[in-house]
């Protein structure tokens, strides 16, 4: 199935979209059809074998409508901008200057035609009026210079809005009346029933019955025909230039994006379009300037402004080796780096594809407006024509009952409904993305409202997701001995862990042997061959598969390890266990802070952690987190989230990891850390920029907010109808007099649909709550070396001829000795070989320029014996 975005002109409310959307529902091979009314579009999946773009814009103009691919005539026209959201944003500003001038020449048509259809009332109020308009205008005698002078003045109103007339009775030809099938019926009666009465007083007068003429011209409806159609372009200039706001926040990540670049070609500095850039390009940008494309610096240092992309005030200093994001600030110096991500690959681009796609979304509760408006109008049509017919048998007049059909024909717009859900969701997500936090559909703004467990990965979400190494625990080797040797089998993974082994054996300078035959096994561990021999690193459960059991001492240890958080690391050489090393993750600055703030909103937080129990019990506890599940694998996240959601729970699960990706897909609201992985981004519903827990926080509030306001929205449209069209209809007239005229209905009408969008305009103001998080510098841990000292039979096999004493414990020993007669490094080479043939004796470094040799013995050697070894090579024991 393939997804596609398209433009649909001619829409004008919630009927015209349910409309486009049935049609569109019905062809063969199309599925997940959405359409926006507020920003014109259309989204949809449809199978390539059976459906394309070509026949599903047919099916949109057989309903009486225009479509077109969204972007395809951008990209002509702009294509080093980016294409359809910019197209997008330059036909808001047109609507609204098209709206602006039509709502122009109304009123200077309107207002004249008011004064003459009004005077005998001004005059009453005591309002001049020019010299001889008496004599032109008033009396029956000149009842048809009265109607004539109104049926000219509105010509030239009814001619540019001309487009409710259009689009109104062609929907009705088509059979789906819409928004404008009611202004347009309305207002085309009052006109022609304002030339009817032009005829008829033409007869009056012609046949000297000016009694007829002066009746006629008393009940005019010229000017309800000019004030609905302008009260209606009013109300829409209104709400285009309210719809305009709601796209504040894509418009300003549009401009984030600059369109040119300087480029290094063939030694020199040339100015491109930023759309020409390519994958490897050196990209100077000097202070003051945006940052096209992201890349790595690969020259110069500066801070950055990242404020517009993650909400972040303060500046980020960059050197050579760090990723710059598209879209960002250069504050101070000038830099070179390497494009990394060009064209719509870059962060920008995904950014402004995320809102767009967003705000164009459709929640589930915008169905109820949907549902509505499939048979509204036609219900409406059939009040106005029964209220009309039910006025004239109880005996009013002609005039009266046409006076009701036409206010409740003009008052019973749905424009308020159509508009309730999307203006909602796209305050919304724009305010959300300009904090980073991205909502990629209203589907899941809706679902985050009604989360109430949410589980969290512990590494890289409620940790800052480097771990280091704070302990070594070795077993009859030396420490750093056990250090390169995990240092090798973590050299081929990619897991955090793996890291913090690595960069301390890099930052210790050991030499790390080569391994060979490397196989992570999924969820436990490492397996390969160092020095020809089986080894391997993991967890307990790769222990248990390779059937090595914990003795007393090394459960001990690592319980001990587990009481202080950290992760034990068990390192194998040749089936036994050589050491364990305790590697651990600091919490996140703002990670306790959100566990609380979720607890208020009456959420249940739970750690979800491949960790052991106990330690990720540590660190729960630390955060405040009561519920944890431990243990558990990557493969079975996505199985404990389906057993929540299987016990009632609506579940949001927050992950930064490839190994998150299951659960987040299977949650209702899959939450992704900004920082982690494209494949964790790609799988979930939301994405936190800054990845901060806060943000998750932040993200379920606004939620919470919008479906507040949409249901506000829904309420008022609908509470409106429920009050205005029984009002428009004459209910109150017998008891009250009340009745309202086709103008009040049409202004309250516009009013309506204004208040709906300026109620969602009221999101703009959502507080983000978000604790600025400090750039610390990470002052080094002083690793805890402490050798595990266990019985002799878990080193070596035991001989039948061992005495006890060799029993009891495994003796290591460091020591250091002077070794006479070396003049060069073959002399190196020999002594290091001599002593390393010694029983017991492992880890020797010999020093040259010092005269001495350094070694780890594992048994006491007498000194008698090293000169016997320094002899046979040819050297002296000092």
């Known amino acids: 199935?393939?997804?596609?975005?398209?433009?649909?002109?001619?829409?004008?409310?919630?009927?015209?979209?349910?409309?486009?959307?049935?049609?569109?529902?019905?062809?063969?091979?199309?599925?997940?059809?959405?359409?926006?009314?507020?920003?014109?579009?259309?989204?949809?999946?449809?199978?390539?074998?059976?459906?394309?773009?070509?026949?599903?814009?047919?099916?949109?103009?057989?309903?009486?409508?225009?479509?077109?691919?969204?972007?395809?005539?951008?990209?002509?026209?702009?294509?080093?901008?980016?294409?359809?959201?910019?197209?997008?944003?330059?036909?808001?500003?047109?609507?609204?200057?098209?709206?602006?001038?039509?709502?122009?020449?109304?009123?200077?048509?309107?207002?004249?035609?008011?004064?003459?259809?009004?005077?005998?009332?001004?005059?009453?109020?005591?309002?001049?009026?020019?010299?001889?308009?008496?004599?032109?205008?008033?009396?029956?005698?000149?009842?048809?210079?009265?109607?004539?002078?109104?049926?000219?003045?509105?010509?030239?109103?009814?001619?540019?809005?001309?487009?409710?007339?259009?689009?109104?009775?062609?929907?009705?030809?088509?059979?789906?009346?819409?928004?404008?099938?009611?202004?347009?019926?309305?207002?085309?009666?009052?006109?022609?029933?304002?030339?009817?009465?032009?005829?008829?007083?033409?007869?009056?007068?012609?046949?000297?019955?000016?009694?007829?003429?002066?009746?006629?011209?008393?009940?005019?409806?010229?000017?309800?025909?000019?004030?609905?159609?302008?009260?209606?372009?009013?109300?829409?200039?209104?709400?285009?230039?309210?719809?305009?706001?709601?796209?504040?926040?894509?418009?300003?990540?549009?401009?984030?994006?600059?369109?040119?670049?300087?480029?290094?070609?063939?030694?020199?500095?040339?100015?491109?379009?930023?759309?020409?850039?390519?994958?490897?390009?050196?990209?100077?940008?000097?202070?003051?300037?945006?940052?096209?494309?992201?890349?790595?610096?690969?020259?110069?240092?500066?801070?950055?402004?990242?404020?517009?992309?993650?909400?972040?005030?303060?500046?980020?200093?960059?050197?050579?080796?760090?990723?710059?994001?598209?879209?960002?600030?250069?504050?101070?110096?000038?830099?070179?780096?390497?494009?990394?991500?060009?064209?719509?690959?870059?962060?920008?681009?995904?950014?402004?594809?995320?809102?767009?796609?967003?705000?164009?979304?459709?929640?589930?509760?915008?169905?109820?407006?949907?549902?509505?408006?499939?048979?509204?109008?036609?219900?409406?049509?059939?009040?106005?024509?029964?209220?009309?017919?039910?006025?004239?048998?109880?005996?009013?007049s002609i005039e009266f009952a046409f006076s009701i059909v036409i206010s409740i024909l003009v008052i019973s717009c749905p424009c308020a409904l159509g508009l309730a859900t999307p203006v909602a969701i796209m305050v919304g997500t724009g305010r959300g993305a300009a904090h980073g936090i991205l909502i990629k559909s209203g589907e899941a703004l809706e679902t985050a409202g009604n989360i109430d467990i949410v589980l969290m990965d512990k590494t890289g979400t409620l940790t800052e997701g480097r771990p280091q190494l704070v302990s070594v625990r070795p077993i009859g080797i030396s420490a750093d001995t056990l250090i390169s040797l995990a240092a090798a089998l973590e050299a081929g993974s990619e897991h955090p862990i793996a890291a913090a082994v690595t960069a301390y054996a890099a930052e210790k300078g050991l030499a790390v042997p080569d391994a060979a035959d490397f196989h992570a096994v999924f969820g436990k561990g490492v397996r390969a061959r160092v020095a020809d021999t089986d080894c391997a690193a993991g967890n307990a459960a790769l222990l248990t598969e390779l059937g090595i059991p914990l003795s007393d001492a090394i459960a001990a240890a690592r319980a001990e390890m587990a009481e202080r958080g950290e992760t034990a690391l068990a390192v194998v050489q040749a089936g036994r266990i050589a050491g364990l090393l305790g590697v651990r993750d600091a919490e996140k600055p703002t990670s306790a802070a959100a566990i609380t703030q979720m607890k208020r909103m009456g959420l249940t937080p739970v750690m979800l952690t491949g960790d052991d129990a106990r330690t990720a019990k540590a660190i729960a506890e630390r955060l405040g987190i009561t519920e944890v599940i431990a243990g558990v694998l990557p493969a079975d996240k996505r199985a404990h989230v389906e057993r929540l959601q299987g016990e009632g729970h609506c579940v949001a699960m927050i992950g930064d990891g490839v190994n998150d990706a299951p659960a987040l897909v299977q949650a209702n609201l899959g939450i992704a850390i900004g920082a982690g992985t494209d494949v964790a981004v790609d799988s979930a519903d939301a994405v936190l920029v800054r990845s901060d827990l806060l943000d998750a926080v932040s993200a379920i509030r606004l939620s919470r907010s919008v479906m507040r306001n949409i249901k506000e929205n829904l309420f008022w449209a609908f509470f409106y109808n429920v009050i205005g069209i029984p009002l428009a209809a004459g209910v109150l007239y017998p008891s009250l007099g009340i009745k309202l005229s086709p103008m009040i209905g049409a202004a309250a009408m516009s009013l309506s649909s204004v208040c709906v969008v300026l109620n969602a305009l009221r999101l703009r103001f959502f507080a983000i709550e978000h604790e600025p998080v400090r750039q610390e510098e990470h002052t080094p841990i002083e690793v805890m070396i402490s050798p595990i000292v266990p019985a002799m039979d878990e080193i070596r096999q035991s001989t039948a001829d061992s005495s006890a004493a060799q029993r009891k414990e495994d003796i290591i020993m460091e020591k250091t000795i002077t070794v006479k007669g070396m003049t060069c490094p073959n002399c190196v080479k020999h002594v290091t070989k001599a002593l390393s043939g010694m029983e017991g004796v492992s880890d020797v470094a010999v020093d040259l320029e010092a005269g001495t040799a350094k070694f780890t013995a594992s048994r006491e050697i007498p000194d008698s014996e090293l000169a016997a070894v320094l002899d046979d090579a040819g050297y002296e024991l000092g």
Request: charged share 15%.
């Open 1 to 396: 199935m393939r997804k596609e975005t398209f433009n649909v002109t001619g829409m004008t409310c919630s009927a015209c979209a349910a409309r486009v959307e049935r049609a569109v529902k019905k062809m063969e091979g199309t599925a997940d059809v959405s359409v926006n009314l507020l920003t014109n579009t259309m989204t949809l999946a449809y199978d390539e074998a059976a459906a394309n773009p070509a026949a599903i814009i047919a099916a949109v103009e057989d309903a009486g409508y225009g479509a077109s691919v969204k972007g395809a005539a951008s990209a002509q026209a702009a294509p080093q901008a980016g294409g359809s959201s910019e197209a997008g944003a330059d036909t808001a500003e047109k609507e609204i200057r098209a709206m602006r001038s039509r709502l122009t020449v109304s009123i200077l048509f309107l207002l004249p035609t008011m004064y003459i259809a009004m005077s005998h009332m001004l005059a009453g109020w005591g309002l001049p009026y020019a010299a001889g308009f008496k004599e032109v205008f008033w009396g029956a005698e000149n009842a048809l210079t009265f109607a004539l002078a109104q049926f000219v003045l509105i010509l030239p109103i009814m001619y540019v809005n001309r487009a409710y007339y259009v689009n109104g009775f062609r929907n009705l030809l088509h059979g789906a009346p819409n928004m404008d099938t009611l202004v347009s019926i309305g207002s085309m009666a009052s006109a022609l029933f304002g030339v009817f009465a032009m005829f008829r007083m033409s007869w009056g007068l012609g046949h000297g019955d000016l009694a007829l003429a002066a009746e006629y011209s008393t009940n005019l409806y010229f000017e309800s025909a000019g004030m609905i159609v302008t009260l209606i372009t009013v109300g829409k200039y209104l709400e285009a230039r309210a719809k305009g706001q709601t796209t504040g926040a894509l418009k300003a990540l549009m401009q984030l994006a600059p369109a040119e670049a300087i480029v290094l070609r063939d030694g020199r500095e040339v100015t491109v379009p930023a759309a020409s850039l390519a994958l490897g390009d050196t990209v100077i940008v000097r202070p003051g300037g945006r940052i096209p494309v992201d890349g790595t610096v690969t020259e110069g240092a500066t801070s950055v402004d990242e404020s517009a992309m993650t909400g972040e005030s303060m500046p980020i200093a960059k050197t050579t080796g760090d990723t710059v994001t598209s879209g960002t600030l250069n504050i101070e110096g000038t830099i070179r780096f390497t494009a990394t991500r060009v064209g719509e690959d870059t962060t920008i681009r995904q950014l402004i594809r995320l809102v767009d796609d967003a705000s164009g979304s459709k929640a589930p509760i915008a169905r109820i407006a949907d549902r509505v408006s499939a048979f509204f109008v036609p219900v409406v049509i059939t009040i106005a024509l029964a209220a009309g017919g039910i006025w004239l048998m109880t005996g009013a």
